[in-house]
């Protein structure tokens, strides 16, 4: 199997949850790269992410649109990128329920952008190929819909079936990346994950709230009657699958990245509650007494799960957390920062 080395990357939303990880992993991990970090610091980015890099003259901070065309060929010529690795979207559901537009305008025209002006640059100017370039896609798995209790989970076959504003943008982008392949040449890989976790998230997200709720004592909302199921996958490890991909995956390829950590959602409260009860020394009952079920929102997806047999088969990934490793590791973080 040929594999690739990054030189020069450009990382997308670099500044939010998973892509600042994955910043502070390639630094870590490869000596020799440097990184090109466009992020418009909207609600979900945040320089604070970026505080302690590891070699950070390696790294450069751009603050921008990912939409810019004029931004992103400058930041291609002048930095000399040859890999886009590309987290920026807009990923709330919720907020994608209130407020489409902004979902189409990063997920789906961002994402042509960066595209296009890699086409323009690598393909036509530069006459590159597979062996000097790469744009990397990062996905979600809610792009294939709910599964039902006997569906066998997700796999890189599933048919599409997004749901929500947010998914369908998703899904529209994977699609344009597919299409760049296979009309133009470009060089891709895409993967869809499951629902990470880990230091740094925002705090409007599931983990994060409940955490933020029982240090402040404030109700825990749990959406419906908090069955619904979700793959969970710890940010580092996702990271490292991310890196895989790019070196060793298949142009063209999908990859499918889970946890193997299925759980429903109240089952994930009752678990944080414990570990917070036993790492603060007080009873659970503190924590427990907080849990409010609140209505369910429109056309929320019942269960995800991710078979990431491909990857595992193919590239010799594994996920390193387990659950209870990688929640573990994920309150101990926020009760430090916020007690």
Not at 103 to 129: C, P, Q, S
Not at 171 to 183: C, E, F, G, I, P
Request: with cysteine; charged share 20%.
């Amino acid at each position: 199997m040929s594999t690739y080395t990054p030189r020069n990357i450009l990382v997308t939303g670099g500044a939010g949850f998973i892509g600042s990880h994955f910043v502070r992993y390639c630094l870590r991990a490869d000596q020799t790269v440097r990184i090109v970090n466009l992020d418009l610091l909207t609600y979900a980015g945040s320089l604070t992410n970026l505080e302690d890099l590891p070699d950070p003259q390696r790294h450069i901070f751009i603050k921008g649109d990912i939409c810019d065309h004029s931004l992103v060929r400058a930041l291609l010529l002048q930095h000399d990128i040859d890999t886009i690795v590309h987290f920026a979207a807009e990923s709330h559901v919720d907020r994608s329920i209130v407020g489409p537009a902004a979902f189409i305008h990063t997920n789906v025209n961002g994402t042509f952008t960066l595209l296009e002006e890699a086409r323009r640059l690598w393909l036509e100017d530069r006459k590159l190929d597979g062996a000097q370039c790469r744009f990397h896609h990062i996905s979600t798995d809610e792009v294939y819909g709910t599964l039902g209790p006997m569906d066998p989970p997700f796999s890189e076959a599933t048919p599409y079936a997004p749901n929500s504003p947010y998914s369908a943008s998703k899904a529209a982008a994977d699609h344009l990346v597919r299409a760049y392949h296979h009309t133009y040449g470009l060089p891709t890989t895409t993967t869809n994950c499951s629902n990470n976790y880990g230091p740094y998230q925002h705090t409007e997200k599931f983990i994060p709230t409940i955490i933020r709720a029982c240090l402040q004592g404030d109700p825990i909302p749990v959406y419906g009657d908090g069955s619904n199921i979700r793959d969970w996958l710890y940010v580092e490890d996702h990271c490292t699958a991310v890196d895989t991909v790019i070196r060793r995956g298949r142009l063209g390829e999908t990859y499918n990245i889970g946890g193997e950590n299925s759980w429903n959602n109240l089952t994930i409260v009752h678990r944080i509650c414990q570990i917070l009860a036993d790492m603060l020394q007080v009873p659970e009952k503190r924590f427990t007494d907080l849990i409010t079920f609140v209505t369910d929102r429109p056309g929320h997806d019942w269960r995800y799960a991710i078979d990431s047999t491909k990857i595992q088969t193919e590239l010799g990934w594994q996920p390193l957390e387990t659950f209870e490793s990688g929640l573990r590791k994920t309150v101990a973080w926020y009760v430090e920062r916020l007690t």
